[in-house]
T-cell receptor, first 118, second 112 residues
Framework: GAVVSQHPSRVICKSGTSVKIECRSL??????MFWYRQFPKKSLMLMAT?????????EQGVEKDKFLINHASLTLSTLTVTSAHPEDSSFYIC??????????????FGPGTRLLVL | QQQVKQSPQSLIVQKGGISIINCAYE??????FPWYQQFPGKGPALLIA?????SEKKEGRFTISFNKSAKQFSLHIMDSQPGDSATYFC???????????FGTGTRLKVLA
């Protein structure tokens, strides 16, 4: 089946530094990728929609200058948390729209990246 | 208009029992309702999904019941197993958008 990977799986950084998270579709081309944020024991919150070769579309309330998204190819999207602060600590999950299947919207999620900002 | 309410927040079921999780949505424009299963430290995985043109969909031990007039849908897990212990999220959205509103999740624990 379609696989989405994320790297790194965990990252700890100091406040003020920037962190880059990679999202890759391993065995399919993903025109669209999504980035979510999930707080402990909470639901997923969509941050932005990323389309290959164009600017990302951010959801209301998400700072685009803080969360930089680049979708350089059909298999790679990156999320950079700039000038990270402790409140940015969270579980970041990407997803990618996969090969079409009849009557099913195929959206495959990555395993997530746990970010801890000290 | 954009909320999806999910209940219960947590659920404990004996092995072999039926697990039932309920969701309610507000936006009548939503026409795609997936359920996701998430294990700790992992991303969600699609379990089963339904569209409003049917009232029930069954895949193995998992069944979605859909009530369009009440704007509610539920997941039934028959013969629940300890391996089903996970967090389950319902979601709702428009077909083709892939932009879903997720419920708050239900932590299911199936006792051996």
């Amino acid at each position: 089946g379609a696989v989405v990977s994320q790297h790194p799986s965990r990252v700890i950084c100091k406040s003020g530094t920037s962190v880059k998270i990679e999202c890759r579709s391993l065995d399919f081309q993903a025109t669209t990728m999504f980035w979510y944020r999930q707080f402990p024991k909470k639901s997923l919150m969509l941050m932005a929609t990323s389309n290959e070769g164009s600017k990302a579309t951010y959801e209301q309330g998400v700072e685009k200058d803080k969360f930089l998204i680049n979708h350089a190819s059909l298999t790679l999207s990156t999320l950079t948390v700039t000038s990270a602060h402790p409140e940015d600590s969270s579980f970041y999950i990407c997803s990618a729209t996969g090969p079409w299947q009849e009557n099913v919207e195929t959206q495959y999620f990555g395993p997530g990246t746990r970010l801890l900002v000290l | 208009q954009q909320q999806v309410k999910q209940s219960p927040q947590s659920l404990i079921v004996q092995k072999g029992g039926i697990s039932i999780i309920n969701c309610a949505y507000e936006n009548t424009a939503f026409d795609y309702f997936p359920w996701y299963q998430q294990f700790p430290g992992k991303g969600p995985a699609l379990l089963i999904a339904i569209r409003p043109d049917v009232s029930e969909k069954k895949e193995g031990r998992f069944t979605i019941s859909f009530n369009k007039s009440a704007k509610q849908f539920s997941l039934h897990i028959m013969d629940s197993q300890p391996g089903d212990s996970a967090t389950y999220f319902c979601a709702a959205g428009g077909t083709g958008t892939y932009k879903y509103i997720f419920g708050t999740g239900t932590r299911l624990k199936v006792l051996a």
